[in-house]
């Protein structure tokens, strides 16, 4: 892997991942941009105890653009965008309107492929291994950053998630706090290491899930499974057989074995509803331990943290989706259409090889 930083037009910085040493990037950004201004700002929620962040600037971001004009393309003679080369393989960027700003935090945008058309599964192993070795990179830079507490690598698919740009991407949210969700896992961390003597709960749930039903794919360095308590219709956790915190973690031999697992968990995931309703909608989440101090959660360590990945889709079944209404989205109780075990065994059925 090749990495080349540069600065766009406004000053935003962009990187490119290339799969060639010898790959030269030396295209400047023509478009007349001024400086980015942003209002991002993070406000706690004393009665919640969580953090909520405010940034109006961004109702004037790019929504669903035609395919000549997106933003994520390269740039092509006069039809300049977010990427001034002609070409390539990955690369990240500050995002133009981000969630998160200055000190309170950063927003970056992963393309995963300069293929208007493609989507992740479509990706060669060699490409998927590029993403995550950007991913890597930019979680170990991000963290170094002094406003950033948590790295967040995510990527939303499809128009039903709220994607307003079609050109295959992801994000890197780097937040200010540990967000609720992790805090949520430390917490329940701390308790089960208390009340069995040091047992942690991660092993002890991923040693469960592996003598159980809900089995979907199992490698020598990777198991994935849809939860015993799983929140949506469809729902995969991959996680590395080794427990790490990060993606930093990693050995060769996980990384070298993750594309082709993950990539035959997306083309299933494709396969869950039929052809006719491919591609399937789903957001992909990378769940990492904080960077920041863990005091709070007494006895537990960043090592104690297991790195993994939530994939899931709204869609519960053809031609509908799950929507978060009274009990989930008024009290935070979600009620799931579909047994976790048929889950596993549609998506066992649906093997792409």
């Known amino acids: 892997m090749k990495k080349t930083s540069t600065r766009l037009a406004d000053g935003r910085e962009l990187i490119y991942y290339d799969l060639r040493d010898d790959t030269v990037r030396d295209a400047v950004d023509r478009r007349p941009l001024e400086r980015t201004v942003t209002t991002s700002e993070v406000r706690r929620d004393p009665l919640l105890g969580d953090s909520v962040a405010i940034a109006s600037h961004r109702q004037g971001r790019i929504y669903h653009p035609p395919a000549d004009e997106c933003p994520l393309c390269p740039s092509q003679g006069e039809r300049l965008s977010e990427i001034p080369d002609s070409s390539y393989d990955a690369v990240v960027f500050e995002n ?22 493609a989507s992740f599964a479509d990706l060669t192993e060699e490409q998927a291994r590029l993403v995550l070795d950007a991913w890597t990179d930019r979680t170990s830079e991000l963290s170094h950053l002094p406003s950033v507490e948590q790295v ?7 128009a039903e998630i709220g994607v307003t740009l079609g050109h295959p991407h992801g994000q890197i949210y780097a937040y ?11 917490r ?14 991660f092993d002890a749930v991923l040693e469960r899930e592996l003598a159980d039903e809900r089995v979907v794919l199992e490698t020598e360095h990777w198991v994935a499974f849809v939860p015993y ?35 035959e968990l997306l083309r299933r995931f494709d396969r869950i509803f039929g052809e006719s309703e491919s591609p399937t909608p789903y957001i992909a989440a990378w769940h990492q331990a904080p960077f920041g101090q863990l005091e709070e959660f007494e006895g537990v360590n960043r090592d104690d943290f297991a790195l993994h990945l939530e994939l899931f889709t709204i869609r519960r079944t053809s031609g509908k989706l799950k929507f978060l209404a009274g009990s989930e ?3 935070g109780v979600f009620i799931n259409d579909i047994r976790p075990e048929a889950a596993a065994q549609r998506l066992r059925e649906v093997a792409s090889s």
């Open 96 to 117: 133009r309107f981000p969630s998160l700003a200055g000190d309170s935090g950063r927003c970056e945008v992963v393309c995963f492929t300069s293929d208007h058309n």
């Open 176 to 186: 200010p706090f540990t967000t609720p969700r992790t805090a949520l896992m430390l």
């Open 229 to 263: 308590a799983a929140h949506w219709p469809y729902e995969v956790h991959l996680y590395p057989k080794r427990r790490v915190p990060d993606l930093l973690g990693l050995d060769e031999d996980a990384r070298t074995e993750f594309p082709q697992v993950y990539l």
């Open 188 to 201: 329940s961390l701390a308790t089960h290491k208390e009340a069995t003597g040091g047992e942690n709960l």
């Open 329 to 331: 989205s008024g009290m």
């Open 152 to 158: 967040f690598c995510f990527e939303n698919r499809g």
